[in-house]
């Protein structure tokens, strides 16, 4: 569902990412973690036709995003750190302006389930000047997932949420995921991310150190250890950089 390949962004003579390859497959949940500065925007940027590669090619559901990107794009959604929101337009009139851009016709069948998932439905009229930080993401998420997508990128998606609210989410990007979906999420909660996710990718100045299930990414950092968390993979493998 999501192949990149060598994938390197350089800003003039520094490389964000470095020649960074990796796959996620239908009903896999990657965990894309590093220190700050890792590279994790920047790639998750890249892959969503955000900013261009400098090199390298990534594929979204088998199109490869540099030469079909409407295409590509269609098939999937990112969700950034920041929700990105129209002032003047209440909740319900976000979901209808998205549904027309991507042509979910009765989109109304399809948005009343979101609005009532992510508990914003009895504020539907109001707009985003009106709505917490955490119900304003919530918004940006159901906006992001009415046409479906089979490809979801979530950068700190659980930022502003309170702890149902993280819960639910969870359980949002499980579901998905069982239904069939490649889900990418990058997030510094570590042990939420156990939680979730089949997978991990840990970069560290835009280079891959390590990927796999978690069980094998934590056996490679180990050294005979038993149960060891997450957190203690990612700081083992990153030399105790600070997350």
Sequence with gaps: MIEVEALTKRYGGVAAVQDLSFTVRRGEVLGLVGPNGAGKTTTLRCMAGII??????VRITGI??????????????????????FEYLTVRQHLNFVARIYGVA??????????????????????????SRGMRQKLAIACG????????????????LDPLG??????????????????????HLLH????????????????KLADGTLAEV?????NGEARMTLED????????SEI
Excluded: W
């Design 192 to 207: 939420l991310l156990e939680e979730v996710c089949t997978h991990v990718l840990i970069l560290k100045q835009g280079t």
């Design 64 to 85: 490869e995003l540099a030469a079909d990107p409407v295409a590509a794009k269609r098939n999937l959604a990112f969700f950034p750190d920041e929700p990105r929101l």
């Design 52 to 57: 261009p590669a400098t090199t390298g090619t």
């Design 106 to 131: 009765n989109y109304e069948t399809v948005a009343g389930p979101l609005l009532e998932e992510f508990e914003i439905a009895d504020r539907a009229d109001r707009l985003p000047s009106e709505l």
């Design 233 to 240: 993979v990612f700081l083992r493998a990153t030399g105790g």
């Design 218 to 222: 934590a056996a490679r950092f180990s």
């Design 166 to 187: 993280i819960r639910r989410m969870k359980n949002s990007i499980v579901k998905r995921a069982r239904d069939g979906a490649a889900v990418v999420l990058s997030s």
């Design 145 to 160: 997932l009415l046409h479906a997508p089979q490809v979801m990128f979530f950068d700190e998606p659980l930022t502003g």
